[in-house]
């Protein structure tokens, strides 16, 4: 099924999608993903299955804001609120401590979580219904990053129950976050939309 993303019912529908354990397909700031409930092992299951991927690459989870990251997060380390701050919401991915009571498998973590603040409205929207998802990017494992919904269908097709249409994601220049490993000394595990060097000055302590 697919609906616009300024559809009235486009949040309720997904919403109902995602309490069912179905992945449904939704436009972020950057690129279009696919998203699951990360508590259901089915729902997590069945986003890896679709998008070709083992429990080697778990997704990553979108949030609201910090307050919600801080749920997720045994303890968020300085560096990571200090990007946080700079950069949410927008494409930056940022890997903390995972909370060992968290309560779901997102495969193999290695006891952390890959967390994002999206800057876009309808899936903020989303987000504060139905809370944190699990989210990766809308294409075959190894295949570019869909930017409209019709590229995602091409990819995904009946393996996503609700395509929300959006438009062009990220002004379709297919640029996906910059993923940063905040857990110890930060470091850039993917380059993407944020430079290294937009990081480096933020972290930079002053003399």
Not at 107 to 116: D, I, Q, S, Y
Not at 136 to 141: D, G, L, P, V
Request: aromatic share 4%.
């Amino acid at each position: 099924m697919r609906v616009l993303a300024t559809d009235t019912f486009a949040v309720e529908l997904a919403a109902r999608a995602i309490s069912r354990g179905e992945v449904i397909c939704l436009p972020t700031d950057t690129v279009y993903g696919i998203g699951a409930d990360p508590f259901s092992t089915t729902a997590i299951t069945r986003l890896l299955t679709a998008k070709s991927r083992t429990r080697a690459n778990p997704p990553p989870v979108l949030v609201t804001g910090i307050e919600q990251a801080r749920s997720l997060s045994a303890a968020l380390p300085e560096a990571a609120v200090t990007l946080m701050h700079a950069f949410w919401p927008g494409p930056l991915t940022i890997v903390v401590p995972a909370r060992a009571d968290i309560g779901w498998d997102l495969g193999e973590t290695n006891g952390t979580v890959a967390l994002r603040m999206p800057d876009l409205a309808v899936t903020l929207d989303l987000l504060a219904t139905v809370g944190p998802l699990a989210v990766t990017s809308a294409n075959q494992h190894g295949q570019p990053p869909a930017t409209t919904v019709d590229e995602a269908l091409t990819g995904l097709g009946d393996a996503v129950t609700l395509y929300v249409d959006g438009g062009q994601a990220g002004g379709g220049e297919g640029v996906v976050s910059t993923i940063v490993d905040a857990t110890g000394t930060p470091c850039i595990l993917r380059h993407g939309a944020i430079s290294e060097a937009e990081i480096e000055r933020v972290l930079v302590v002053p003399r």
